[in-house]
């Protein structure tokens, strides 16, 4: 029952992508959303990337120095260490985790009050698609702006290592010799390649909970919550395939 | 024209609408009344395209609803105006931006000639001074009125209003009733209202039919309702004590 349930909804969720992926009725106007969208999804989101990732940098580097208390490992380990925590792990996966939930639950709910307020509907009765309209500008807005995000948490993640280091863990200049050790620019290559999926799967998992909401503010509220708890667990399934596929 | 042929529409195994035949007429206003659940909404949906229907036929002068393609049916509904119950303005945007939304996606219109027509359409349901205004800041009234003036910004020649009088007050809503039937004229329009307000029924209703559980139970215009002896009617009708009234200073 349970299995048939999901099957139905992933049925449903590739209709909506079809639908979502149609021609745009008038491309200024999607550009327009897609714009307003960006601001929306994208640059809003800075500040609390900003602060995660400098801080969680900092304790990486500081837990790191921690376990790595031995005087026959150089201390620039640390830093390489917290340099490949962050680029291969906190900034594509847990970032995206932290936009889930903020991006999800923004996309569902707006798109859910759209339905119940009939603003989805006038938008069908005018003759515009409105899955197209209202989600693939999103799509195409976080997709772009995700990997800005996510290589800006890299730098912030570092920076917060550093201030840590400054704090007393470590020398700085094995700080600095540390993250210029064995850098492998693929790792970075494949970070990207893991949020552009991971964005795909945000905007699209929330925008189809909040496409299908039915009844009022209660449904609302449980469907950003199921936004949230599926896109979460999409990047996590997602997170280990890609791996997989690209590291291993 | 719009002509309905026997429409059947289920939710689950709860069957709303059950065969339903009906005409409305160009340049009228065609009323659907009946009592809150007995399908009206549903009816309404089901005739722009917002509810699929089972079974039955929907046609829009002469061409069925059912056999358009994507295509077809989009250009149809650029012919379209709805008034929503919940007026369903975009909450986003401003007023001026509601009234050309559907001129900017599918008009070609310079901005200028959308802002006239924005104007044009908010005078004539008499505000014409809101157009920087958003949704949230006008009352439930002046909401009505521009969801009135956006579902005429294209010239439509089907407009649809789902219980446009729920919500106001006695004489506002007699505003919005005239409203609807000065644009119809105008605009040469054909206009489908769905009601429960008697008001309206008695003011406005060029043609009526009456729905009862899921089913048409009645039809005629605004004159023969007050006459009719059909009891399904008089139940409906003479249910308020004004009304009880009015009937027995007639008889």
Redesign the interface.
Known sequence: MLFQKWILSLGRYMQLLGRTFRKP??F??YYRAFMSDLELLGLNSLGIVSVISIFVGAVVTIQTAFNLDDPLVPDYYIAIATRESIILEFSPTIISLILAGKVGSNIASTLGSMRV???I??L?????NPASYLIAPKILALVFFNPILIMLSMFLGMIGGYLASLGGVMSVEDFAYGLTVDFNAYHVSYAIMKTFVFAFLIVSISGYFGFYVKGGAIEVGVNATKAVVSSSVAIIVSNYILTQLLLV | MIAVKQIHKSFGEHQVLKGIDATFYHGKTNLIIGQSGSGKTVFLKSLVGLHEIDQGEIEYNGQALGSLNTKERKSLRTEMGMVFQGNALFDSLTIEENVTFALSMFSGMSVSEKRDRAQFCLERVNLPNVGSKFPSELSGGMQKRVAIARAISMNPKYLFCDEPNSGLDPKTAIVIDKLLQEITEEFGMTTVINTHDMNSVIEIGDHIIFIKEGKKAWQGTGEDILDTESPEIVDFVYSSELFKRIRRNKA
Request: glycine share 8%; proline share 0%; aromatic share 0%.
């Open positions: 009725e008038n200024r106007m307020s009939e603003q509907d006038a069908e009765v005018m003759g515009v």
